[in-house]
């Protein structure tokens, strides 16, 4: 097993920073996913750790040997692309089989790995097959398992099931994350769905503008989003952020909104009376009964196992996310309770959690 770490790595496409000195550490056998929306920098992060892109400065360390100057062959790390990238001409065997062929394999041990990686992956049914022959979900098996013949040291993913409808995804997140357990090799995964990174990743990397905002469990950056940015990307429904001032009165602290107010837990070292501030609650968390908070039903949106409920307040807007059906509609008085230990609250200024 291999560790990975990133070093104050930087990224300048002429004038124009992609990354801005990412530092990063990846544990050997962690299955880590760069998240963040379109333009965030994720895939120019994967492509230089792969090598396919030069970073403008910083270190790339892998196994704790720097390998900036080294070429992707020389890392030994395999990438299945978006694209699949497979060679139209060759059958799924050959596929699968050619970069061990390229090193001079000897066929006989091509074959044996071929039919071991194909019964895994459920594709010995289809060895002989051309990439035009198969399914989307197919295509992208050979793909795995071409990087996976090798052996490499490394297994980088860049948003491969973006081209999948949407049960295909949740069965390929279900089978990339058996592939992990199964291997144990240290992988580094890009998308933009949050769904996908909290369902595959022992760890997250949210990025934001070329920056990492925060690092963790996905217990962790959905519980205790570190800035604004990772709160608000982090979920669905999506959180809602309104302004407010922080205030305290008879030893107790709260954010006040308009004419509402509600109570909040804030160390003191970070409470400071009159600060500008935004809070938010996830919509699981805003219950809906006959105490509270007053406001009006906006919108109602039945799901099924849910029903996202926007409600309309003094505060502002919330997104309260009820089990089942509830019987109301548009228009109609409801109540809203906050616990303050399920309030989020960030600095206005600087957008970092207080």
Known sequence: MTDIRLKEVSKKFGSF????????????????????????GKTTTLNMVAGLE?????DILIAGRRVNDLSPVERDVAMVFQNY??????????????????????????????????????????????PAQLSGGQQQRVAIGRALVREPRIFLFDEPFSNLDASLR????????????????????VTHDQEEAMSISDRIAVMYRGRVEQVGTPEEIYARPATRYVASFIGSPQ??????????????????????????????????????VEFGVRPEH??????????????LQPIGPATHVKIDTAAGAFIASVPGFLRVK????VNIEIQPSDLHVFDKETGLRL
């Open 17 to 40: 920073q992609v990354c801005h000195s990412i530092d990063l550490d990846i544990k050997a056998g962690e299955f880590i996913t760069l998240l963040g929306s379109s333009g965030c």
């Open 54 to 58: 030069d970073s403008t400065s910083g």
């Open 85 to 130: 990238a497979l060679y139209p001409h060759m059958t799924v065997a050959q596929n699968i089989g050619f970069n061990l062929k390229m090193r001079g394999v000897p066929p006989a041990i091509i074959r044996e790995k071929i039919q071991k990686l194909a019964a895994s992956l459920e594709l010995g049914h289809v060895l002989e097959r051309f």
């Open 239 to 276: 959180i809602e952020l309104l302004d407010g001032i922080l205030e305290e009165s008879n030893g107790a602290t709260f954010v006040r909104a308009g004419q509402t107010v509600l109570p909040v837990s804030i160390g003191r070292s970070k409470f400071k009376v009159g600060r500008a």
């Open 170 to 189: 949740v069965k390929m997140r279900a089978e990339v994350n058996q592939l992990h357990v199964q291997q144990n090799v240290t992988s580094i995964f």
């Open 330 to 333: 548009p228009g109609d008085a």
């Open 286 to 299: 805003v219950r809906v009964g006959e105490n509270g908070i007053e406001g009006r039903v906006q919108i």
